[in-house]
């Protein structure tokens, strides 16, 4: 018989498909987030094993966590030894140990290898056994400060136990956000074929001023800059997402821009990258600027001249590159990447058409130096880790 938790797995990724994560659970107020994050751990493909602290179970009842997870969490040690079941040196063992959220007190008997709850006792032998863990604190920001507690998160971090720091606001160190704590990790369990790459991802609208109010711009919601940034990151790249406003993640490192120009500019500024790829919607006219606020009782001509292209300063800064084409149909996206491609001295160009503005999902064409071209469809996502198969 199947628990309804099963009905949600795999629905958002399959990253985590035969992954079992350990999920230790501590006596901060966050724990009341774990139902949250237990389920999106879920939603990627993961099994997971509940493991509370005494003082966890007196803020978030065990059931909560067995509705979430369909595992009733393990709340003492037994006969069974379940830490060595589940992080022993066994070639069944679960891949990582999370615990979320993580007290001071916590943290700092994992640091110090004392084993007085269930969850120490799990992160214990998860570190005698190879098996990864990640600590995500939660606690008053005084405390989070303290000497002591700052060492301890030194020890663990010389001990490659992975640490997402808190979110600084109300004068507490708030337990990092679900989606951050996801996207660790599925960095952590993920494929690592881009380690050690430095990414630049450009994405968004330019807009080139009219007048003090007015600008000339294009359609971009940016959704495809943020799935390569957060897929990359995922991939185990070190990314940096140049936008236009986009609501980026604060694990990513990010620039913002306005006008083509100050993508010239970034890419003046920029350390050298691996990878850059440039699906932002950048103007291909410049309008003649006009000082403070043209009347709109007045009919005028705009005169737009031909802005400077943005594309050889980028190919300048990385090894490889990349960019999108859009045109109104396939033929002419194909056949007009093919052209800028040897243009611009790109590697990849990827051609897509207006359908996809606007839209989670879109058709795709990757073209590749050699003229092959892959078509790929489906949701943003999807079109980034295609895309990052074909240049990793």
Known sequence: MTHP????????????DHKTIVLGVTGSIAAVETVRLARHLIRHGADVIPVMTPAAREILHPYALEFATGVAPVTELTGAVEHVEHC????????????????ANTLSKIALGIDDTPVTTYATTALGSDVPVMVVPAMHASMYDNTFVTGNLDRLREHHVAIIGPRREEGTAKIATVDAVVAHVLRMLGPHDLDGKRVIVVGGATAEPVDDVRVLTNRSSGTMARALALTAFIRGADVECWHSGLSIPGYITAKQFATHGDIIGLSKEAAHADVV?????????VPERHEGKLSSETAMDLHLAPAERVNPYLRDIADTAVAFKLETSEEQAVERARVRLQQDDFDVMVANTTASLGSDCMQAWIVDRSGHVTPVQ???QTVADRLLDAIA
């Open 378 to 380: 489906g949701d943003k």
């Open 5 to 16: 938790c099963d009905d949600i797995r795999g629905t958002l990724s399959r990253h985590l």
């Open 277 to 285: 790829v440039n699906c932002a919607a950048i103007s291909d006219f």
């Open 88 to 103: 022993g040196a066994r070639p069944d063992n679960a891949d990582m140990v999370l615990v979320a959220p993580c007290t």
